[in-house]
T-cell receptor
Framework: DAGITQSPRHKVTETGTPVTLRCHQT?????MYWYRQDPGHGLRLIHY???????DKGEVSDGYSVSRSKTEDFLLTLESATSSQTSVYFC???????????FGPGTRLTVL | GQQVMQIPQYQHVQEGEDFTTYCNSS?????IQWYKQRPGGHPVFLIQ?????EVKKQKRLTFQFGEAKKNSSLHITATQTTDVGTYFC???????????FGGGTRLMVKP
């Protein structure tokens, strides 16, 4: 498996609290992605990054922000968590755009 | 925006039977990828198809990309219990910057 870790792996939080999920890679890949996975919806892209400090919105970006200050780290922040953001969050990386993506182990987030 | 639909959503088969999942995009794709996710796991890349009409095989798995580059299929011959999981197709738009996933087909194999 590619060197991708996500932290935390599980988190339970309350509505209205801020939450930050971290994705760390050791592959030096340029592209990093955040997806959420919900039953019946497959994987939906939240935000992606094509370099340090270069990010763009995906399909379901409302309520989420991201930052990438180093090649190896991509942070996903929920400024004020809502119950609709309860999901499994996957980070992915790829060396080039249009290439295969390698996924991290996922973070299960529950917002009460 | 681009939509990728996948059918069926679920499939139960007896071990040894064949299995096929179909993927259709609302727009032309530059390429299509297939991933497998085991229960409780993360998606794992299987293959990428780029050319119109392309067919690729991996042991018992056969992948096809349609002539119009808007549909694809994955066929598994003689399923085994190790094939259990959810199979996702995913397509890049022509800008090549975002991968759109289908909803997945969950395969269950009865021994």
């Amino acid at each position: 498996d590619a060197g991708i870790t996500q932290s935390p792996r599980h988190k339970v939080t309350e509505t209205g609290t801020p939450v930050t999920l971290r994705c760390h890679q050791t592959e030096n890949h340029r592209y990093m992605y955040w997806y959420r996975q919900d039953p019946g919806h497959g994987l939906r892209l939240i935000h992606y990054s094509y370099g340090v400090k270069d990010t763009d919105k995906g399909e379901v970006s409302d309520g989420y922000s991201v930052s990438r200050s180093k090649t190896e780290d991509f942070l996903l922040t929920l400024e004020s968590a809502t119950s609709s953001q309860t999901s499994v969050y996957f980070c992915a990386i790829s060396e080039y755009s249009s290439n295969e993506q390698f996924f991290g182990p996922g973070t299960r987030l529950t917002v009460l | 925006g681009q939509q990728v639909m996948q059918i069926p959503q679920y499939q139960h088969v007896q071990e040894g039977e064949d299995f096929t999942t179909y993927c259709n995009s609302s727009t032309t794709l530059s390429n299509i990828q297939w991933y497998k996710q085991r229960p409780g796991g993360h998606p794992v890349f299987l293959i990428q198809l780029v050319k119109s009409g392309e067919v690729k095989k991996q042991k018992r798995l056969t992948f096809q990309f349609g002539e119009a580059k808007k549909n694809s299929s994955l066929h598994i011959t003689a399923t085994q219990t190790t094939d259990v999981g959810t199979y996702f197709c995913a397509g890049y738009n022509n800008a090549g910057n975002m991968l759109t996933f289908g909803g997945g087909t969950r395969l269950m194999v009865k021994p």
